[in-house]
């Protein structure tokens, strides 16, 4: 074992071999440490260097994979300025803009990259892999790293979709519900301008949520919900159960616009005025947009690896190019992107392990989705069928079965704490015929 010295970063943990300014942050503060390095028969650790593209839960559950078999040589590299952050809860920044700097919100704390000298930089893009010498460029305004690596993992997420009105609209303040600079840039409309009529396009988890956030923002924004499909959270609400949680909607002062195509976009100054195929139109002040994701391919093509809508990858988050793995949302398994934190982070864990050779297969199985706004919301499992219904206001349960066995179920309102545990239970267990149909009548008995 030989002992080395490098410099870390006080301000983001960024490690380099000399003393002089941060190559990551520009920061003088740099503090000497001592780190061991095994020699190369040693361990299977001294021959790895792990470069990671993309701070999300993906590449965070590589890393904790590694650093739990003593892997260290791992380098982040992150486009967004923050640690890894829990991206389902950037709704929140818009009720308390500070936030965004609680420990609460990041997945692991500044501590746990310095604590495994895990070399991270925040702020820079990677732009080109060169795949001949194995080494990663990124970039972060003028500042350029070259980073070398003998296993590469790409956990760069999707993008926003943008549907073609979008695109073509001539306004560039049409916000994105995805990352922390989105809800930044929501705030300061707020503070810069003043808003009314906020339109939110897609009605599925982050919209509702956005619209919750906004409602609670201001009693005096008027929250518009377009929806192309006829209901509400089409993915994971039956037709009954959304319209329970639309009438919830609708008392708590969200209009809902659902069956509408837009049209167009037109912009007059600050205002906007979205245009329906059906001559309709309604105008507003701000508009957000959540219409799914868009795998991001263009790094993994540019190097060779197959693409189809995502970055295509094996059980064990190989991709066709050696050395080359893909997990998160930015990858596509068995024809699916699943877009979701628990698979993001499942395929992380299994990345992980396959880097050091340890093969566990990646198995999808149905999560559960959770909605807190307004009144609780809870679907798990498959979501059509035929059913068993109890509804006591906005209390409601609907269970799903196929062939007398539990499949799936939607929850509203308290009765989730009291039925949740059961229902997962029951569906992973195939809960069928009478034991089933004993223990629906159960849960019927809690409302
Ligand atoms: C408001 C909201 C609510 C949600 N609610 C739920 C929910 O209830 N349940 C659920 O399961 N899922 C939910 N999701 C989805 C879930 O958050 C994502 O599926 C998950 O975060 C994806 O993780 P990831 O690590 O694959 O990608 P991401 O979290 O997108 O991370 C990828 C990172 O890579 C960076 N990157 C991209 N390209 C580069 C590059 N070239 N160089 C460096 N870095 C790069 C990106 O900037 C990004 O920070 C929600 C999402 C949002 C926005």
Redesign the pocket.
Known sequence: MNINIQYRCDICSNTQLNEDKCQCCGSESLKKEEYVKENSQSSLSSNLEVVI???????LSVIRCLIEKGIHSITL????KHFPYY??A??KILLDPPFCNNPQFFIEQKKFYQKNKINILLG????LIDLKNSIVI?EKDLVRQEIPFSKLVL????EPNKPPFIQQSSSNDIIP???IADMEAINSLFETRVIKQVAIIGAG??GI??SNALRRKSAKVTVTLVEIADRILPRQLSKTASKVFMDVLLKNGIQLKLNSQIKAILCEGNTKIIEFSNGENITCDLICY?CG?KS?VQ?AQSIGCKINHGIIVNEYMQTNVSNVFA????CEYNGRCY????D?MKQGIVCGKAIIGEFTKYIHTP?P??VFSFIGVYSVGIIEGESILKQNGNEFMEIFLKDGCIIGGNLLGKIITKVQRDLVTSIERKTEGEEAQLLIEKWKTYF
């Open positions: 593209v993309g701070g999300g839960i993906a590449s590299i992150c486009k967004e991206r389902t950037i709704p820079f893009t990677v732009k990124a956990a760069v997420g999707g519900i995805h990352s988890l982050s949520e956005i959540s994701i991001s790094l997990c998160g949302d930015c877009g979701n934190w628990t993001s999560m989705y959770f």
